[in-house]
């Protein structure tokens, strides 16, 4: 999978915790979208939370060995019917996105209640499981969807997103 990075266990529990707080702070509103034709989802933004950004920042520069610099940080919440349409999130080489997955998906309830991240690369549809506290780095250019929950669970998919970019 070129260009993106399957980070799992990302976060620990206390981390988790700071994120999950840091979105209760923040304020949901039902204005997100993706692309074009994409249903309308739960956003929040979240350029406030300072802190937790560089915290995040910090792990990824580590893993890396790079240094990136925060452009934008929200939230997004999807309940069923809420799919994203297949866009770019900067078409920047340079740029970069972090997804850090808060609901409570695990390898024993993913088949039950979905809410994959897709790519398209080479023709082919990737499906990455958003397991909670996993991170997923992956170019900003390359073309994903967020997928909402089945029908079957009443569970708000949640993804914490950080965009940053490459500091040359």
Known sequence: MEGITILDNFINDEELQDVIDAINRS?????????????????????????????????????????????????????????????????????????????DITEENVKYIGGFTHFIQDGKIINVEPYKKRGLFFKSNLFHRGMAPSRLCDLLRISFAIKVAEVR
């Open 27 to 103: 304020s949901w509103k039902h204005n997100g979208i993706s692309g074009l034709g994409g249903a309308t989802f739960w956003h929040a933004e979240m350029i406030q939370e300072a802190t937790l950004g560089k915290q995040m920042l910090t792990k990824i520069e580590k893993i890396f060995s790079k240094k990136y610099k925060i452009d934008r940080m929200y939230a997004n919440g999807q309940t069923f019917g809420q799919d994203g349409s297949f866009h770019q999130d900067d078409p920047d080489d340079n740029a970069y996105t972090l997804l850090i997955y808060v609901s």
